[in-house]
C-alpha cells in the first residue's frame, strides 16, 4: 500500500537511495466550457394547433478543453428585461446532450406559449405584455460567465380570444387554480379577453354579434366542472354556452344573449339589464344556470324559460330571483331562494305559465300576476306564495306545509299530507303582492271558486278558504266575514284523515269523499265552515 501512494505521489519518498520517484508536478484543470448563442424569437399564431406559439433556436458551443459530460439542461425564460432573477418565468427546458470540444449543439425550441393569466398553485401568474427571452445553462460547466443569453426579440403574452387577423378564429386555453383548464372560442364574430382581479379568474365578452356564440369547455372529467370567479357580457350574442363552468362571483349580462347556460352561479350575483338588447330576439332569453348556492338573480327583461338543477340557501334566506316574468321555470332539486316576478308576460294574464320545481320549494314568492301551472316537489313551511291574479293549477307531489293566497285557485292537488298548511282564494293583497299593509299595499277580498281539492294523505291544522275576508290577517277569528259575491268549494277528495283542519267557503258539496272515498257529509260538520265569524 505504501509503495502504491509513493507511486502516486502522495507521500514522499522513504529514502534518496531506495529508488523512490519524485512527487508529480501540478497541472492546469481540464473543463468543459458551454457557451450560448441565440436566433431571434419568432411568436406567432399557429393555425394547425390554434395556438399562439414561441420558436427559436439555442446554439450551444464547447469552448472548454474537455468533452462536456455533464447532460444538463438549457432552461427559458420569460423577462420583463435583460437580467434573469427569480421573478422571471420558465417556460421551457432543453436537454443538453454530450458536447465535444469545439462541436456546436443546436437545440430547436417550438413550444405553446404560455397562458398562465392565473394557474394552479406553485406556479406564478403571467400578466399580460411584452416580455424576452431568457436562456439560462442549469447543468455545471467550467465558466458561468457565458452560460446566459438574451434572444433578439420579443414575445407578446395576451389573454384575448375570438376573431383575429383575417377572420380566423383564435381559440384560448388557460389553466386555473382548481387544477383544470378552460378554453374559450366564439363561433362567428367577437373578441374577448381573461384578466387576474387579484387572484380571481375573469371571462369577459367585449364584442359579440346577433349569430355568434361564446363557448366555454374544460378538460375536466365528466361529471366535473372548471370554477371561474366572474362573467361579463358586454356586447350582443346569441348563445353563451359554459354548461360544465361554475362561476364562484359575479355574472353581469349587458348585452342581449338570446341563450345562456353555464353549469353553475355560487356565492354571487347575475344581473341582467335589456340596455344594449338591440334585438327581438335578445329580448326574452332562455337562461340555465345549472348548480346554486347563496345567489342573487335579478334582470330588467323577462325570462323566456328559467332553469337550475337545484338552488340551496346555505347562509341565512338572502337568495332571490327577481325577474319581470318567466313563461316557463324549473327545478331538478330543492329551490330555496324567494321570488319575486313584477309584471305578466307577452302571452296572457301570468306571471309565469308554468313552473316545475322536483324537490323542496321555500322562500317567500311574490307574483304580481298569475300562474297558469304550480308544480313542487314538496313546500317547507317557511314557503309563502302571494300571488296577485288567477293560479289555474296548484300541485304538490310530496307534503305542503306553507301558505299560498291567489285571487282564484283552480284545482289543488297535494300528494302528501298538507301539515299546518294555508290556502286562500279570495285574497287581493294590494301594490306589494304581500299579506298585510296599509294604503295602496292594504289587501282586499274578493268572490273565489275552488273547483277541485284533492289530498293523497292527511289534512291537519291546517285552513283552506274560498272567499273569506279578513281586517287583521288572522283567519278564523272574530272579524272575519265572507266577500260579498258566490263563493265556494267544489269536489273534495281527502284519502285520509282532516284532523283539526277548516275547509272555509259559503258553499260546499253535499257530501265529500274522506278516508279512503268514504262520503261524509259536510252539513252540520265543523270542519267545514259556512257561517262567519266562528270561534275556534
Known amino acids: 500500500m505504501n509503495y502504491l501512494r509513493r507511486l502516486l505521489g502522495l507521500t514522499a519518498p522513504d529514502s534518496a537511495g531506495r529508488g523512490a520517484m519524485e512527487a508529480l508536478e501540478p497541472r492546469a484543470m481540464l473543463a468543459a466550457d458551454l457557451s450560448l448563442t441565440s436566433t431571434n424569437v419568432s411568436n406567432f399564431f399557429d393555425r394547425r394547433s390554434s395556438a399562439d406559439r414561441i420558436q427559436l433556436n439555442i446554439a450551444v458551443t464547447n469552448v472548454g478543453t474537455e468533452t462536456y459530460r455533464n447532460r444538463g439542461n438549457v432552461e427559458l425564460f420569460l423577462s420583463t428585461d435583460t437580467t434573469f432573477d ?8 432543453l436537454a443538453v446532450p454530450s458536447v465535444q470540444v469545439g462541436q456546436r449543439r ?15 398553485s406553485g406556479r406564478r401568474a403571467l400578466e399580460a405584455g411584452t416580455y424576452n ?5 442549469s447543468g455545471l460547466d467550467g465558466n458561468a460567465a457565458n452560460d446566459e443569453v438574451v434572444a433578439t426579440g420579443t414575445v407578446d403574452i395576451n389573454y384575448d380570444f375570438g376573431t383575429g387577423e ?20 366564439i363561433n362567428g364574430t367577437g373578441s374577448g379577453s381573461v384578466r387576474n382581479d387579484d387572484g380571481r379568474t375573469i371571462v369577459t365578452l367585449n364584442a359579440g354579434g346577433s349569430r355568434s356564440d361564446l363557448l366555454i369547455t374544460t378538460n375536466a372529467r365528466a361529471g366535473q366542472t372548471s370554477t371561474i370567479n366572474g362573467l361579463e357580457i358586454n356586447s350582443v350574442i346569441k348563445r353563451v354556452i359554459a354548461d360544465r363552468i361554475v362561476v364562484n362571483g359575479n355574472v353581469n349580462v349587458t348585452g342581449g344573449v338570446g341563450f345562456f347556460s353555464i353549469g353553475g352561479l355560487t356565492s354571487g350575483t347575475l344581473l341582467w339589464s335589456g340596455t344594449n338588447e338591440g334585438f327581438f330576439l335578445f329580448s326574452s332569453p332562455v337562461v340555465a344556470l345549472g348548480t346554486v348556492r347563496d345567489a342573487i338573480v335579478s334582470a330588467d327583461v323577462p325570462f323566456n324559460s328559467f332553469d337550475v338543477r337545484s338552488w340551496v340557501d346555505t347562509n341565512g334566506g338572502g337568495d332571490l330571483l327577481s325577474v319581470p316574468s318567466i313563461i316557463t321555470f324549473s327545478s331538478g332539486g330543492d329551490f330555496q331562494p324567494s321570488v319575486t316576478l313584477t309584471s305578466q308576460n307577452d302571452r296572457g294574464q301570468f306571471s309565469v305559465e308554468k313552473v316545475s320545481v322536483r324537490g323542496r320549494v321555500s322562500g317567500s314568492w311574490r307574483l304580481a300576476s298569475g300562474v297558469r301551472r304550480l308544480e313542487f316537489g314538496s313546500a317547507t313551511p317557511d314557503y ?13 307531489t310530496g307534503n305542503f306545509e306553507g301558505l299560498i293566497a291567489a285571487t282564484q285557485i283552480n284545482r289543488i292537488f ?12 279570495g285574497a287581493q293583497l294590494g301594490n306589494d303582492v304581500l299579506l298585510g299593509g296599509t294604503g295602496s299595499d292594504a289587501d282586499s277580498y274578493r268572490a273565489s271558486v275552488i273547483t277541485e281539492i284533492t289530498v293523497r294523505g292527511s289534512v291537519i291544522n291546517s285552513l283552506i278558504a274560498a272567499g273569506i275576508r279578513s281586517t287583521d290577517n288572522q283567519f278564523l277569528n272574530s272579524d272575519d266575514t265572507f266577500a260579498t259575491g258566490t263563493s265556494r268549494i267544489g269536489r273534495i277528495q281527502v284519502y285520509r284523515e282532516v284532523t283539526n283542519s277548516f275547509f272555509v267557503a259559503p258553499s260546499f258539496p253535499t257530501t265529500v269523499r274522506v278516508r279512503f272515498n268514504n262520503n261524509l257529509p259536510t252539513a252540520n260538520n265543523p270542519a267545514f265552515v259556512t257561517t262567519l265569524p266562528i270561534t275556534t
Open 86 to 93: 427569480s421573478n422571471d418565468a420558465r417556460f421551457a427546458t
Open 106 to 120: 443546436v437545440l430547436s425550441v417550438n413550444v405553446l406559449e404560455p397562458k398562465d393569466v392565473n394557474p394552479p
Open 133 to 137: 427571452v431568457i436562456a439560462r445553462i
Open 166 to 185: 383575417g377572420g380566423v378564429r383564435v381559440p384560448l386555453t388557460i389553466p386555473l387554480p382548481d387544477g383544470t383548464s378552460i378554453t374559450l372560442r
Open 384 to 396: 309563502t306564495g302571494t300571488i296577485g291574479a288567477t293560479v289555474e293549477f296548484f300541485s304538490v
Open 414 to 425: 297535494v300528494g302528501g299530507n298538507i301539515r299546518n298548511g294555508r290556502i286562500l282564494a
